[in-house]
């Protein structure tokens, strides 16, 4: 069995900053790339940032500039600095991860269970 546990959520005015940490646990061969998505009330889900197991990340252009994706391998955990939050950040944050059980195996997707971000003043 393959966990993905997330935290750090909460409320913060417009300004603030919060972090992310998103652990990944269980039967685990290899992690490769991890994720953060996010879904507003009333709108779809949407990507936030990714980073590949070398530290390459990629950003959506609401994103970009403002938070930071990084992992630790070794902990097999993937965070989200996000800094100069705005009102419209507002939402349910997920992590994703793509993994693979065993060596050989296919790697499959895995989603934590959501942390809500809550931006207003």
């Known amino acids: 069995q393959v966990q993905l546990v997330e935290s750090g959520g909460g409320s913060v005015q417009p300004g603030g900053s919060l972090r992310l940490s998103c652990a990944a646990s269980?039967?685990?061969?290899?992690?490769?790339?991890m994720a953060w998505y996010r879904q507003a009330p009333g709108k779809q889900r949407e990507l936030v940032a990714t980073?590949?197991?070398?530290?390459?990340?990629n950003y959506a252009d609401s994103a970009e500039g403002r938070f930071t994706i990084s992992r630790d391998n070794a902990k097999r955990t993937v965070y989200l600095q996000m800094n100069t939050l705005k009102p419209e950040d507002t939402a349910v944050y997920y992590c994703?991860?793509?993994?693979?059980?065993?060596?050989?195996?296919?790697?499959?997707?895995?989603w934590g269970q959501g942390t809500q971000v809550t931006v207003s003043s």
């Open positions: 994703n991860a793509e993994i693979r059980r065993n060596f050989g195996d296919r790697t499959y997707d895995y």
């Open positions: 269980g039967s685990i061969f290899r992690v490769n790339v």
């Open positions: 980073i590949t197991t070398t530290g390459s990340a």
